[in-house]
Each structure stands twice: as C-alpha cells, then as structure tokens.
C-alpha cells in the first residue's frame, strides 16, 4: 500500500487541481514525453479519446530545468508552477491516473522484463510505449513513404517500391538483429552495442535505378559479424532459436525488422537518404515536363518559380508524417490506451 501510494504522489497533485474544477469541466490528464518531437507523435496517439469528460496535455518532465529522456519521464520528475510564478519540484515516481508515461520502447519491449528498466515500462498501468523501437520508426513506415515522397516532391508518380525493399533489408539484418537482442537480455551488450548494430545496418551507398547493391552490402556485412558472434559466443546456439521464435511471438518477422532498430539511425542513415535521391528523381521529372509544356520562357519561368516554392524538405515532411495511423502497431498503442481508460473509469464507478 505504501508503494502504491508512493507511485501516485505526483498524478495527485494533477488529481487534485482536477477537484478544484466544476463537474462539468473536463478531467485533465498530463502525458510525459521525452522530448520535443515526441509531443505530436503522442498527441497523435491520444487525440481520439478525448472527449467531454477528459482531455490530455502532452508535455515534457519539467519546466524548471528542461528535464527530458526516458529516465526523466519514468520517474516523473516534473515540476509544477506556484501562484507565485515560481517551479517547484514534484516527487519522484508520481505517476497514476492523472499523469501517464509515453516513451520510446527502445528495446524494452523485446527485453520483456529482462532490465529493471523494462520491468517498469511493461508492467506499470501508467506507461505506455511505443512497441516499435522509436517514433522515428513509425515516421519511417514504409506503406506510408510513398505519400511523404508526394507531399515533398509534389508528384505522384510511383518509382520506387519502400515496401519491397524495406522487406528485403529487413530480412537482411534480422539474423543479426536477434544477436543483438540477446546480447542485451543477456548484459553481454558491450560486446555487440546498438552502435556496432548500425554499423552493419548501413546499405552505404543507394542506387535508385539498382537498389540491390545496397542490399548485398548489407547482407555481407551481416554474414561476417554473424560469423565473429558465433564464433565468440559457440555454446548459443539453443539460446538464439529460442529467442528468435519468442521475437516473433512478440511480432517482430523478418520483414519488418526495420521498425525494431534504432530509430535515429533508420530516419537519419537509411530512409531519409533513400527518400532525398527518390524525390530528386520526381522533382526532376515534373521540371522536365514543366519545360516541354511551357509555350515560352515566361510562362516556364514563372510556372517553374510556383513549383520550387511548393517544395517541402525531406527530413521535415517525414517527421510531420502521420501515414503510420493505419499501421498495426500504432493501434496497439492505441489498444492500450483505450484498456487503461476503460479500466480507469469502471474503477471510478466502484
């Protein structure tokens, strides 16, 4: 009872300015995030369950000192603002019905408890978390890559399958993917960081026109770390096909391993790059037919001048995307909510 009360302490200050409220205004519920970009990636989320009893505010930790990160919001570390205008410090670990966790599931989700760290993010009935690796990931998913390629480009010319070849990478590195896995459940991580997984996971150079050099540079790479971990690990064998059917029990399959690596290096390393040399191409193909259509140079000048302001930037567009709401995992997030609300409000009526 102590600890439970204990892990409240902070989402009863929320509880509490609640009370001071009418009864027939909304119910305030506060969501940490990690970080900025975290804040609509989780309004997303959390959006449609608003409604006339509740609404949420998505905020970082704290205003004081600008806290942000994983460790900061499962500690509900935040602060809140006196009349006076000045912050003081909330208590740690405060979260409960009106103050929710919303991170990053990183690895934690396929740790399956295996840290403290984990433990926290999937067993407490205050965090919710994001299955796939980061936000970043669902930015990058790619049924919806095609659109974002629209929206910067502004042509919807299909010239590249995301869907096929993110498979096909995914197939590619998931033999590894679960080494790593298990490295980390086993803390033997420093042997093979996250770090070193990317490095692997870096088809280098991309030819749009052949894509599949990029693919056999990564499957090349794979086989020769696969051979070093076999050979520094001989006896884990058993260990690793029995951590590879728990994976995919959790739903992690070979073609969708791009959404369970890290996340900045998906946006950053992989898919914005791919996404850059695709929308060039288009970019390219509408100036062509802007300039064969154009009756003369005024009229190519000015059509042409329209259509470059209209062009949006790569990395911009692909973290304003929101393609990934019809995905799955996103509404397995959702899932969660919705089960912590309904749960939430039978509690009350008892």
């Known amino acids: 009872m102590a600890n439970r009360l204990k892990d409240n302490i902070n989402s009863r200050y929320f509880e509490a300015a609640n009370a001071l409220k009418s009864k027939q205004a909304r119910r305030r519920i506060v969501a940490y995030v990690e970080s900025y970009d975290d804040i609509y990636f989780w309004r997303t989320v959390l959006s449609p369950f608003e409604d006339d009893k509740r609404y949420f505010e998505v905020m970082l930790p704290s205003k004081a000192k600008l806290d942000r990160g994983k460790k900061a919001v499962l500690t509900a570390s935040g602060s809140f603002r006196s009349k006076a205008g000045t912050y003081s410090p909330l208590p740690l670990d405060g979260l409960g019905r009106a103050l929710i966790a919303c991170v990053d599931a990183d690895y934690d989700y396929l740790l399956q408890g295996a840290t403290p760290l984990s433990k926290k993010v999937l067993e407490s009935p205050y965090v919710f978390h994001t299955y796939v690796y980061a936000i970043e990931n669902f930015q990058c998913y790619a049924p919806s890559l095609h659109d974002v390629c629209v929206s910067i480009a502004l042509n919807d010319h299909r010239i590249f399958d995301f869907r096929a070849y993110f498979a096909r990478f995914s197939e590619a590195i998931f033999p590894l993917f679960v080494w790593s896995v298990m490295l980390y459940r086993n803390g033997r991580h420093s042997q093979f ?3 070193d997984f990317n490095r692997v996971a870096d088809p280098g150079g991309f030819n749009l026109r052949d894509p599949e050099p990029s ?3 990564v499957r090349r790479k794979v086989a020769a770390k696969l051979n070093d971990l076999q050979r520094l690990f001989p006896d884990a064998k058993d260990d690793y096909l029995k951590l590879k059917d728990e994976i995919k029990a959790l739903g992690v399959t070979p073609q ?3 959404l369970y690596i890290n996340g900045h ?3 950053d390393t992989v898919v914005a790059p791919i996404l850059t040399k695709v929308c060039n191409q288009l970019r ?3 100036q062509a037919e802007i300039n064969r259509a154009s009756a003369h140079k005024t009229q190519k000048s000015n059509e042409l001048s329209c259509y ?3 062009l949006q930037d790569v990395k911009v567009m692909l973290r304003k995307n929101t393609g990934y709401i019809q995905s799955p995992l996103f509404q397995k997030v959702q899932d969660d909510v919705r ?3 309904d749960t939430d409000a039978k509690t009350q009526q008892q």
């Open 215 to 217: 693919l056999a540079n």
């Open 265 to 267: 290096h998906l946006f």
């Open 256 to 258: 969708t391993t791009y």
């Open 284 to 286: 390219q193909e509408r």
């Open 339 to 341: 089960r912590y609300l």
């Open 193 to 195: 960081s996250i770090s």
């Open 308 to 310: 470059e302001n209209s």
